[in-house]
């Protein structure tokens, strides 16, 4: 099984800053997943991640307000740019197992905006 | 489209009893793969259950079992045995078959474990 880890795990920011997460997993995967989970509601997916090429952004997410990097296999970076507090929200990173039957999800960064 | 729908945002249960978190789901693919999660207040999804399309039994995991009928497109989660650790968020989703494949989640129903 894969593991997925994520940095920082919880971080307060204030508003119009930006942060950058970083998702690190322990084996190659192709496509790598970034989703938002805001207060009380179920996860959104932001982007998929594909190595060498640019992340494919879902409707309602504009690669402006959230730049990914993909640099390798096993690496990718979500940054939320000029925040505000309707960004305060969980971000994870997921990939797929070697099994069709695996979806991993990294432990998420809980993120407050003030 | 894809879509999943879980129609109870939340559920009381008595500690012991079995529980069935309903679940429906809209696809057009011919195969697809369909997941529970459990996420308690920590934020972890953690992996329950998974059931292929083309299964032809439906899938267990210790208390867990899934009601899968396809003909109704649902995948219901049937927790046996009820524990208060049980108390979590639980969401159904969707996948493709293939591992690089987008996977899509459902509103979530919050499971209440009553002592």
């Known amino acids: 099984s894969a593991v997925i880890s994520q940095k920082p795990s919880r971080d307060i920011c204030q508003r119009g800053t930006s942060l950058t997460i970083q998702c690190q997993v322990d084996?190659?995967?192709?496509?790598m997943f970034w989703y938002r989970q805001q207060p009380g509601q179920s996860l959104t997916l932001i982007a998929t991640?594909?190595?060498?090429?640019?992340?494919?952004?879902e409707s309602g997410f504009v690669i402006d307000k959230f730049p990914i990097s993909r640099p390798n296999l096993t690496f990718s970076t979500l940054t939320v740019s000029n925040m505000s507090p309707e960004d305060s929200s969980i971000y994870l990173c997921?990939?797929?197992?070697?099994?069709?039957?695996?979806?991993?999800f990294g432990p998420g960064t809980r993120l407050t905006v003030l | 489209a894809q879509k999943i729908t879980q129609t109870q945002p939340g559920m009381f249960v008595q500690e012991k009893e079995a529980v069935t978190l309903d679940c429906t789901y809209d696809?057009?693919?011919?195969?697809?793969?369909l997941f529970w999660y459990k996420q308690p207040s920590s934020g972890e999804m953690i992996f329950l259950i998974y059931?292929?399309?083309?299964?032809?039994q439906n899938a267990t995991e210790g208390r867990y079992s899934l009601n899968f009928q396809k003909a109704r497109k649902s995948a219901n989660l049937v927790i046996s045995a009820s524990q208060l650790g049980d108390s979590a968020m639980y969401f159904c989703?969707?996948?493709?078959?293939?591992?690089?494949?987008?996977?899509?989640f459902g509103k979530g129903t919050r499971l209440h474990i009553l002592p």
């Open positions: 997921s990939a797929g197992g070697s099994s069709y039957n695996e979806q991993f």
């Open positions: 084996s190659q995967v192709t496509m």
């Open positions: 991640a594909n190595q060498g090429s640019e992340a494919t952004y």
């Open positions: 696809t057009s693919d011919p195969s697809y793969g």
């Open positions: 059931q292929g399309s083309y299964d032809q």
């Open positions: 989703a969707m996948r493709g078959m293939n591992r690089d494949d987008k996977i899509i």
